[in-house]
């Protein structure tokens, strides 16, 4: 079945150190992207990517970085930069192509900062 | 003001009511979407809509954009709709983008 797997699903990480989350699409979405979601607030992007080798910054980019090397996989590092970094992470993808607009996510990654 | 609102907030229902999510939107919209998020946090994409109404089961989905306004209606609720209800807009500047809406936590009670 297509869809999109993010791993890991859960993450502890302690201060200072870097951490990279994975998404993997398998649905030849042209477009993915990485939101943000803190208790009682919408979802907040933080980096979208519509094609291959490239990407831009969203709302909230700063402390984080990604790549966008193959079509199907779009990984987001946490950077020790990042002030509040718990929070709960979801990729997301899309055809973007005209007539095609369905957003597809995946089951999201938890992270907690000790 | 959040260019999606979602209203109301939170939202405590007894099994088989009708219920309606509202969703308020001020940017121009290419497509709007309602999403459903439960516990542990997987989020399934319900209805896109860019125009007037579509069904699925017990959920009706209606959208009128000359007012920028979306509803999302549940019939005959069960307790396996409680979830978090989430409207987004994707932008006619940019389909790359969408905003969210803070959602709509859904209890039913049987």
């Known amino acids: 079945d297509g869809g999109i797997t993010q791993s890991p699903k859960y993450l502890f990480r302690k201060e200072g150190q870097n951490v990279t989350l994975s998404c993997e699409q398998n649905?030849?979405?042209?477009?993915m992207y990485w939101y943000r979601q803190d208790p009682g607030q919408g979802l907040r992007l933080i980096y979208y990517s519509q094609i291959v080798n490239d990407f831009q910054k969203g709302d909230i980019a700063e402390g984080y970085s990604v790549s966008r090397e193959k079509k199907e996989s779009f990984p987001l590092t946490v950077t020790s930069a990042q002030k509040n970094p718990t929070a709960f992470y979801l990729c997301?993808?899309?055809?973007?192509?005209?007539?095609?607009?369905?957003?597809?996510f995946g089951a999201g990654s938890r992270l907690t900062v000790l | 003001k959040n260019e999606v609102e979602q209203s109301p907030q939170n939202l405590t229902a007894q099994e088989g009511e009708f219920i309606t999510i509202n969703c308020s939107y001020s940017?121009?919209?290419?497509?709007l979407h309602w999403l459903q998020q439960h516990p542990g946090g997987g989020i399934v994409s319900l209805f896109m809509?860019?125009?007037g109404k579509k069904k699925h089961g017990r959920l009706i989905a209606t959208i009128n954009i000359q007012e920028k306004h979306s509803s999302l209606h549940i019939t005959a609720s069960h307790p396996r709709d409680s979830a978090v209800y989430i409207c987004a807009v994707s932008h006619n500047t940019n389909a790359g983008k969408s905003t969210f809406g803070d959602g709509t936590t859904l209890t039913v009670k049987p």
């Open positions: 649905l030849n979405h042209d477009a």
């Open positions: 940017v121009g919209i290419s497509a």
């Open positions: 809509l860019s125009s």
């Open positions: 997301a993808s899309n055809p973007n192509r005209a007539g095609a607009n369905v957003l597809t």
